[in-house]
């Protein structure tokens, strides 16, 4: 009895130790006794999703709560000015969205740039595609060309905000079609119910958003070559280069080793099975990028949207 006492104690006293140590060790990394997640679209949409798949990988990791924030509007322009303007210590970030952080950072008054930002990886992205309602009569993208060409200028089509605007003038110009761009500010989560509704008669956003929403929406193109397993026969426009790709960010100024903490924990949150599923099922690419590896991507993305 007295060895089996002992041995319990012994053994509650090594568990109790060593989690002890691996919170010692989290909050010892990262500096911060909470966190805050800055959502720069509205609830429902594809940085929403991402922000609620990572938090709780993040959580264990990071071993601190994290709070996720809504500062939405200008096509993400006020969420990422709200990080810009957050204090260094890295206990704020947010999602990026890429080319969205390109794009709106040329509107008027913005107040930041692409480069301002302390990257700290992307996790995972989604081919453009073009979504009409489940109703509509342009049930294929043939339909739809033709519909435009007899009628130039009145189909509608929704975006989010100015970032989607130059991307669906590029298919515009590949089809060869002109219609009425609708903006749409708050992002994707404002958009569906007017896809579903029948406000609009089509909307460019993600892949994701077409496999999500198969019930009310029925997608009848894709960006790029290659097809996505989620939406079969849905055919491909290799002249499009539609692709949004989501990470984190943290404020300018953020120092580099906490850069990195955050690193370790998002890709150890985004690795995990349950993210990985879910990405696999939701009509999207996974990626796995060090500091230095999204770095020099955001570098390319930069120079490709210099214009």
Request: hydrophobic share 40%.
């Amino acid at each position: 009895m007295k060895t089996s006492t002992l041995m319990k104690s012994i053994t509650a006293s090594f568990f109790g130790a060593a989690m002890l140590l691996t919170g010692g060790v989290a909050q010892a990394d990262y500096p911060c006794k909470e966190a805050t997640f800055i959502v720069p679209y509205s609830p429902g949409g594809g940085s929403d999703q991402m922000a609620r798949r990572l938090v709780p990988g993040m959580e264990e990791a990071l071993g601190v709560s994290v709070n996720i924030v809504y500062k939405t509007g200008g096509g993400g322009a006020v969420g990422f000015s709200e990080l810009h303007r957050s204090k260094a210590d890295g206990c704020t970030f947010s999602n990026t969205v890429v080319p969205n952080v390109i794009i709106s950072s040329k509107g008027d008054g913005v107040g930041y740039k692409p480069g301002d930002f302390e990257y700290i990886g992307m996790t995972e992205s989604a081919a453009g595609a073009l979504m009409v309602p489940l109703d509509s009569e342009y049930q294929t993208i043939d339909a739809f060309v033709a519909a435009a060409l007899e009628n130039p200028g009145m189909l509608t089509v929704a975006g989010t905000g100015g970032s989607g605007l130059s991307r669906w003038n590029q298919l515009e110009e590949v089809l060869g079609i002109e219609t009425t761009y609708v903006p749409v500010g708050g992002g994707v989560g404002k958009m569906i119910p007017m896809l579903a509704g029948s406000h609009i008669d089509g909307a460019a956003t993600g892949s994701n958003h077409g496999t999500k929403h198969k019930a009310i929406v029925n997608t009848i193109l894709l960006a790029g070559e290659n097809p996505v397993s989620t939406l079969p026969g849905v055919p491909t426009e290799p002249d499009w280069n539609y692709v949004i790709t989501w990470g984190l960010m943290a404020p300018p100024g953020t120092p580099a080793d906490v850069v990195e903490t955050l690193n370790a924990a998002m890709n150890s949150a985004a690795q995990s099975s349950s993210v990985q599923d879910a990405l696999l099922n939701g009509g999207y690419v996974s990626h796995n990028m060090s500091v230095a590896e999204v770095n020099a991507f955001m570098d390319g993305e930069i120079a490709k949207y210099a214009d």
